[in-house]
């Protein structure tokens, strides 16, 4: 291992991985060596660039991170730091000390104290240890996420603007629209595009609070006023802040069920 720590992301989320990328380069005696979106690529990438540090998602579409750590072998093993959006996974499973965990959205201050008590593991754990110990924080964070009863959803989202990354709470997100292969993203008056389809931040978001009102739009429950008729085949939620979105004729009678009781005239009218 080189005084230099050379670090390899693996997230399926760009947004995620720049702001990793960012943050990272702000870290003295660090040195990002590649960037991989999925299990599959990040083993790749693993064997042929042997970093010293892998800064790993848990959730990922197509394998876990769960998975990758389960196929790491041989002598060089890198040391892994956890990336996760959820909390739950409990902290008493990172007190092995071949791994550490970084929730999200991360923050300067706990990724640079992650990527140096890695390099202090490095210098103390052996690969045959360290790899034994990882599997040994995976079987007890597969445990937990079994029993888990609730059902994780986001409650902050990143998203970009002019070149600075911004935190938008789940709780002030008004609706979303979709924009080819972005969505954008209204809240507190103001919007904000992010590179991700609107089916897949539509599975991050509890269907409790949000719902699909045509295919390009997702609403916010609480922040809808009424439903009218605008014409012919033309119906439009009414949302608390003044603004309308039109509905999709598929979509009409699911929203009009959460709206709650209407007059006769009302519901003749839908």
């Not at 072998?73 to 739950?88: C, E, R």
């Not at 119906?235 to 309308?244: I, K, M, W, Y």
Request: aromatic share 8%; charged share 30%.
């Amino acid at each position: 291992m080189t005084e230099t720590l050379r670090i390899l992301i693996v997230d399926d989320e760009p947004l995620a991985i720049s702001r990793l990328e960012l943050l990272i380069g702000r870290i003295p005696g660090t040195e990002l060596i590649g960037k991989a979106f999925d299990a599959r690529e990040a083993l790749e990438l693993v064997g042929e660039l042997r970093p010293d540090v892998l800064l790993l998602d848990i959730k990922m579409a197509g394998g876990s991170g769960f998975d990758v750590v389960d196929k790491l072998t041989g002598p060089f093993v890198p040391q892994v730091v956890f990336v996760t959006a959820f909390d739950n996974f409990a902290v008493r499973a990172f007190e092995v000390g071949a791994a550490d965990y970084v929730l999200k959205p991360v923050e300067f201050g706990r990724v640079a104290a992650a990527i140096d008590r890695a390099r202090q593991s490095l210098k103390a754990i052996d690969a045959e240890q360290r790899i034994e110990e990882l599997r040994q924080v995976v079987s007890a964070l597969r445990a937990q996420e079994r029993t888990s009863d609730a059902k994780r959803y986001e409650t902050e989202i990143w998203a970009e603007c002019r070149g600075e990354f911004i935190r938008i709470k789940v709780d002030d997100l008004d609706w979303v629209a979709a924009e080819r292969d972005y969505v954008r993203l209204h809240a507190y008056g103001r919007s904000y595009l992010l590179r991700e389809t609107i089916s897949s931040l539509e599975a991050r978001l509890d269907p409790d609070l949000f719902v699909r009102v045509r295919r390009s739009a997702l609403v916010r429950i609480e922040r809808i006023g009424g439903i009218r008729k605008a014409g012919y085949g033309d119906f439009r939620v009414s949302l608390t802040d003044g603004n309308e979105i039109r509905v999709g004729r598929t979509y009409v009678r699911k929203i009009r069920t959460l709206i709650g009781p209407r007059s006769r005239q009302q519901d003749a009218a839908l």
